[in-house]
């Protein structure tokens, strides 16, 4: 089964921040990586750590888009 939304959560050790990207769009682009899409939005692939997931929100924290140390 195709997931109808995906999510990329990114952690970026240079700003030590967390994000949260809606890529439903652009996860099934064969010609678009995720590498791309990370740089795109001004992240260091070398400095940061990603993952993709169907899961809206992260221990029911409604719509988290960033967090700050």
Same mark, same amino acid.
């Given at each position: 089964?195709? &997931?109808?939304?995906?999510?990329?959560?990114?952690?970026? *050790?240079?700003?030590?921040?967390?994000?949260?990207?809606?890529?439903?769009?652009?996860?099934?682009?064969?010609?678009?990586?995720?590498?791309? *899409?990370?740089?795109?939005?001004?992240?260091?692939?070398?400095?940061?750590?990603?993952?993709?997931?169907?899961?809206?929100?992260?221990?029911?924290?409604?719509? &988290?888009?960033?967090?700050?140390?």
């Amino acid at each position: 089964m195709i &997931p109808e939304n995906m999510y990329m959560w990114v952690l970026d *050790f240079e700003d030590g921040t967390v994000h949260k990207y809606d890529v439903s769009e652009v996860f099934w682009d064969d010609d678009y990586g995720h590498e791309d *899409f990370l740089s795109d939005n001004g992240h260091s692939a070398s400095n940061c750590e990603w993952m993709l997931t169907e899961a809206f929100d992260y221990n029911g924290v409604a719509n &988290p888009i960033t967090f700050t140390n």
